[in-house]
C-alpha cells in the first residue's frame, strides 16, 4: 500500500464521521473535512457538542468512506483533537474552508472552533484490492 493513494483519497474526500467519547459512551458525526497542508481540519460552531467533548477528551477517531469502481473502503485514523486559538492559524484555514462566510463572520468570532486533528496512524481498506493496510503518519 503506497502512502501517496492514501493522501490522494484525502485530498478528494470532502466528508468524514468523527467519534469522540463522553462519560464512556461515543459520539459519531459526520463533518466537513478539510485537509490542507498534510493535515486533517474540521471546524465547528463553539457551542456543539463536540466542542465540550474534545475539551474534556480530545482522544478520536474518524473514518472516511472510499469508493473507486463502484467498490467501497475505508480510511480510519485515531489520534487527538486540538482545538486551535492560534489566530494566524485560523485565518490561513478560513480562507481554505469553502462554506466558512456561510457560518462565521471572521476567524476572530467566537462561535468559530478550528479543529485539528493529530492522527497517529491511519487503517486503510483500499477499495480496489479489498485488502486492509496499516500506514503509521510518521
Keep these: 500500500m ?3 493513494k492514501l493522501i490522494t483519497y484525502l ?3 470532502e466528508l468524514m464521521y468523527l467519534a469522540t467519547c463522553s462519560d464512556g459512551k461515543p459520539h459519531v458525526r459526520c463533518m466537513a ?7 486533517i481540519w474540521c471546524c465547528s460552531k463553539s457551542n456543539r457538542l463536540k466542542v465540550q467533548e474534545i475539551k474534556h477528551n480530545n482522544l478520536i477517531e474518524i473514518c472516511i468512506l472510499t469508493e473507486r469502481k463502484k467498490n467501497l473502503g475505508s480510511i ?3 489520534g487527538k483533537a486540538l482545538i486551535i486559538i ?3 492559524i485560523r485565518n490561513k484555514l478560513s480562507e481554505k474552508i469553502p462554506f ?3 457560518y462565521w463572520e471572521s476567524p ?3 462561535d468559530f472552533t478550528l479543529i485539528k486533528l493529530e492522527i497517529d496512524e491511519f487503517m ?5 484490492d479489498k485488502q486492509f493496510y496499516t500506514i503509521p503518519v510518521k
Design 76 to 78: 480510519r485514523g485515531n
Design 100 to 102: 466558512f462566510n456561510n
Design 11 to 13: 485530498n478528494n474526500s
Design 86 to 88: 492560534d489566530p494566524k
Design 2 to 4: 503506497n502512502k501517496n
Design 33 to 39: 473535512l478539510i485537509y490542507y497542508e498534510n493535515t
Design 108 to 110: 476572530d468570532d467566537d
Design 124 to 128: 486503510f481498506q483500499d477499495p480496489d
